[in-house]
């Protein structure tokens, strides 16, 4: 069973920055032959995919998060990121990463979450 930590969130003024960490672990596997994707889930609302990366490196984002996120990973470490610029108050939420699969496509929308959750990771920008 594969166990996905989070970490790097935390408050930020509107505009502010922020670096997500999730290390997987588990016996055996590695994040190198998976999709890797974040997701956050604000208050009362649903769970949101906001970016994915493949096992070939291909990255897709939310409309809301792209030119601002950027996801990517580092296999030798077991680890994804998401670097988060310009961080606006409707980015507030607790930050989840998860291990999954492509369906049809290399895009966002054909991702298919595999893995458990793990306790997330709370982003909080200040307005």
């Known amino acids: 069973q594969v166990q996905l930590v989070e970490s790097g969130g935390g408050l930020v003024p509107t505009g502010g920055s922020l670096r997500l960490s999730c290390a997987a672990s588990?016996?055996?596997?590695?994040?190198?032959?998976?999709?890797m994707a974040w997701y956050r889930q604000a208050p009362e609302k649903q769970r949101e995919l906001v970016a994915t990366v493949t096992s070939g490196g291909n990255t897709d984002y939310a409309d809301s998060v792209k030119g601002r996120f950027t996801i990517s990973r580092d296999n030798a470490k077991n680890t994804v990121y998401l670097q988060m610029n310009s961080l606006k108050p409707e980015d507030t939420a607790v930050y989840y990463c998860?291990?999954?699969?492509?369906?049809?496509?290399?895009?966002?929308?054909?991702?298919?979450?595999?893995?458990?959750w793990g306790q997330g990771t709370q982003v909080t920008v200040s307005s």
């Open positions: 588990g016996v055996p596997f590695s994040i190198a032959f998976n999709t």
């Open positions: 998860n291990a999954g699969r492509q369906g049809f496509s290399s895009s966002l929308h054909s991702y298919i979450a595999t893995s458990s």
